[in-house]
């Protein structure tokens, strides 16, 4: 099973970007979707987390900003950023609570990250 995040990029203040995760390999089932970060210097952070459900959960720092979705047909999963500010300047990594095909109990999985730099 692999986690492979993509989207990010350079973009000015005030700017959007929409990260992408896609699942691939034997995958079961996913239960619970998500985005960190982790900025230079820094511990890596909670983003947003989406249950199976749909259920969304943010980080106080990006409420009303970015947007977690899931595509369960597709093993998929996306963070719509908007109004980006510098701070927001981290690696992105998407994480799923995922379930290998045949097992009974479901681990954690990390993507690779992702460079989001945003300029002033």
């Known amino acids: 099973v692999q986690l492979q995040a993509s989207g990010g990029g350079l973009v000015q203040a005030g700017g959007s970007l929409r990260l992408s995760c896609q699942g691939s390999?034997?995958?079961?089932?996913?239960?619970?979707m998500g985005w960190y970060r982790q900025a230079p210097g820094k511990q890596r952070e909670l983003v947003a987390t989406?249950?199976?459900?749909?259920?969304?959960n943010y980080a106080d720092f990006v409420k009303g900003r970015f947007t977690i979705s899931r595509d369960n047909a597709k093993n998929s999963w996306y963070l719509q950023m908007n109004s980006l500010k510098p701070e927001d300047t981290a690696k992105y990594y998407c994480?799923?609570?995922?379930?290998?095909?045949?097992?009974?109990?479901?681990?954690?999985?990390w993507g690779q990250g992702t460079l989001v730099t945003v300029s002033s």
């Open positions: 994480n799923a609570d995922l379930r290998e095909a045949g097992r009974v109990y479901s681990r954690t999985y």
């Open positions: 390999g034997s995958i079961g089932s996913i239960n619970v």
């Open positions: 989406i249950t199976t459900a749909g259920r969304a």
